[in-house]
DNA sequence: TTAAACCCTATAGATTTAGTAGATTATTAA
DNA sequence: TTAATAATCTACTAAATCTATAGGGTTTAA
């Protein structure tokens, strides 16, 4: 059995290392390899996501001996909705309902009257909302 | 941009088809050509749609001339969560918080505690909620 | 005889999930 | 000051899987 509309390792991923971040006590950096074996993500993998967490400015880095990544705001301070959208991309599941990067679709005359686009405007919706509501340290348990 | 999580073509096209048969006053088939044209869907792939949709008893068919697809229940008595059960698959993103096809996570040791499965576990629930509360004759517009 | 569903196979292209190899930078110890 | 070390960063490659079709032939009923 496939899990269509399945959430991808990457952001499944992004989202552990953050909270493993999260749960350190101070800004210290923390080395890929040492989040990488605690939460048995292949090192590569988790490398690549990591980085583009920097780019996207959630995690500041140091290189170097004792360098590592570490959270650049406070973990009450990071929505989900933010992770969602670097990670896996719009939170709309139809482009033709995404607020951020709205596509109409060339087969559909009329959205108003699309039924696929009725369906999904809920269902983006009651998503965001949760992603929205929820911060880094409401998953991490401390 | 990547949607990441999006819903397939196939459950895209399926749906528009449901409701064109729901919109049909009587229940006398509608040939995969017409519903092919009038929605703007590649007519092979409708057909294996249709077929899925039928094999899963949504709907009826006729062969021969005059045949073609027809719905076998009432549209307000198919509820979207049947529908995209067996066209998308299982509601939940990840296996670990799917109800009818749960799988533990190879990587995870402890549920209780997995950020992802806390944030996933909620979306699952708000999207499984909209699906049960909406049928197709809630969508077809008539 | 014709029009329709049915069934099987193949496939280009995209995406995901990595793996491999090496470059660059910063710290630390000699 | 220099050399070693440990870390991030960059770029290429590749297997596996999934999507969205296309093609062609068979069966059934009007």
Chains 1, 2 share one sequence.
């Not at 301070?77 to 709309?92: C, D, K, S, Y």
Request: proline share 3%; glycine share 6%; net charge positive.
């Amino acid at each position: 059995m496939y899990f269509c509309y399945m959430l991808s390792k990457k952001t499944k991923y992004g989202i552990k290392a953050l909270t493993y971040l999260a749960r350190q006590k101070d800004k210290t950096p923390v080395a890929i390899a040492t989040i990488s074996e605690s939460e048995n993500i292949s090192l590569k993998f988790l490398e690549s996501i990591l980085l583009t967490l920097r780019k996207n400015g959630l995690l500041g880095s140091k290189k170097g001996k004792g360098g590592g990544y570490y959270l650049l705001k406070e973990s009450n301070e990071i929505q989900m909705t933010t992770v969602m959208r670097i990670l896996e991309g719009p939170i709309a599941m139809v482009p033709c309902v995404s607020l951020n990067f709205y596509e109409k679709c060339d087969d559909c005359p009329d959205e108003n009257v699309c039924a696929v686009n009725k369906l999904m405007v809920q269902v983006r919706d009651s998503s965001l909302k949760i992603f929205k509501n929820t911060t880094l340290a409401d998953l991490c348990n401390c």
